[in-house]
T-cell receptor, first 112, second 109 residues
């Protein structure tokens, strides 16, 4: 069964450092997303990406965040200057035009 | 007002029981309804997807949507210990999913 692949599975970084989280969505999907889940809290929407541009973003997705699809397969989330409160599980997802989203296994980001 | 509400549980049932999990939502613009299963520190796994009122069945799982009441349900028949997980409802409007907080289910052998 096709799956969404995320790397790394765990990333530890110092406050103020930049991090890049990587994802390989399902190849024939058209929409790509990033969500995050702070420990013990709801899964929260960050951003959706379609046709090489952001289609929707939440209030969480401020100027510290950016997304990119640098080639035909990868989809990345960059956090420019990490804060302690950015510590969370970050999930990449993809979907066809209609239908359910398939999520990756996540990257656990720990900011120290 | 919370957009998607879900009883956090935990819900503890004996093996073989029928499980009923529920969500309510407030936004009539919500169009598509999904149920996910999430094991600890793992990504959500899609179980069911539906966009219309009524029932949809897949194996031991049945999803039910009542748009007039803004109420969705997931039923699990013949529950197994391996079903022990957190179940998340998620509702789509546009390109965004809004999740409930999840219900933790424990199925005891």
């Amino acid at each position: 069964e096709p799956e969404v692949t995320q790397t790394p599975s765990h990333q530890v970084t110092q406050m103020g450092q930049e991090v890049i989280l990587r994802c390989v969505p399902i190849s024939n999907h058209l929409y790509f997303y990033w969500y995050r889940q702070i420990l013990g809290q709801k899964v929260e929407f960050l951003v959706s990406f379609y046709n090489n541009e952001i289609s929707e973003k939440s209030e969480i997705f401020d100027d510290q965040f950016s997304v990119e699809r640098p080639d035909g397969s990868n989809f990345t989330l960059k956090i420019r200057s990490t804060k302690l409160e950015d510590s969370a599980m970050y999930f990449c997802a993809s979907s066809p035009s209609l239908g359910g989203y398939t999520f990756g296994s996540g990257t656990r980001l720990t900011v120290v | 007002q919370k957009e998607v509400e879900q009883d956090p549980g935990p819900l503890s049932v004996p093996e073989g029981a029928i499980v009923s999990l529920n969500c309510t939502y407030s936004n009539s613009a919500f169009q598509y309804f999904m149920w996910y299963r999430q094991y600890s520190r793992k990504g959500p796994e899609l179980l069911m997807y539906t966009y219309s009122s009524g029932n949809k069945e897949d194996g031991r799982f049945t999803a039910q949507v009542d748009k007039s009441s803004k109420y969705i349900s997931l039923f699990i028949r013949d529950s197994q210990p391996s079903d022990s997980a957190t179940y998340l409802c998620a509702i789509r409007a546009g390109n965004m999913l809004t999740f409930g907080g999840g219900t933790r289910l424990m199925v005891k052998p």
